[in-house]
């Protein structure tokens, strides 16, 4: 059964930098798409980017558009997502999921069909 893991997180303060993974073990990535989410205590988990199964397609929520960017090595069976000048307001566990969509050229951050969610790993920002 899919099952991803996340991993990067961390405590830095408004403006730093992170680097969130998300693998798959025994499993090849290469034919989902993978979308990062995000949920913060007591809000509902929000759709943060996603990368279709080809590569050629993001997506990007507008809270986090051009500071967040969503890439996959196919080689290493790995997803990242690059987070700069973080917020606040971007404090939250971070979690990535699969959807089956093989040689797509387009993904969406919608929840429901995504499958294989992680446990999360905590991006704390704060002063």
């Known amino acids: ?13 408004p403006g730093g930098s992170l680097r969130l993974s998300c693998a798959a073990p ?3 990535l290469d034919y989902y798409d993978i979308g990062w989410f995000r949920q913060a205590p007591g809000k509902e988990r929000e759709g ?8 050629i397609a993001t997506n990007y929520a507008d809270s986090v558009k051009g500071r967040f960017t969503i890439s996959r090595d196919n080689v ?22 699969a959807d089956w969509r093989p040689y797509r ?11 294989g969610w992680g446990q999360g790993t905590q991006v704390t920002v704060v002063s």
């Not at 943060?48 to 590569?55: A, L, M, P």
């Not at 290493?76 to 999921?97: F, G, H, I, R």
């Not at 387009?106 to 069909?113: D, K, P, V, W, Y």
């Open 48 to 55: 943060v980017s996603c990368i279709s199964s080809t590569g």
């Open 1 to 13: 059964q899919l099952q991803l893991v996340e991993s990067g997180g961390g405590l830095v303060q």
């Open 26 to 28: 025994g499993f090849t």
């Open 105 to 115: 050229d387009s993904c969406a951050l919608t929840i429901g069909t995504y499958n």
């Open 76 to 97: 290493k069976n790995t997803v990242y997502l690059q987070l700069n000048s973080l917020k606040p307001e971007d404090t939250a566990v971070y979690y990535c999921a």
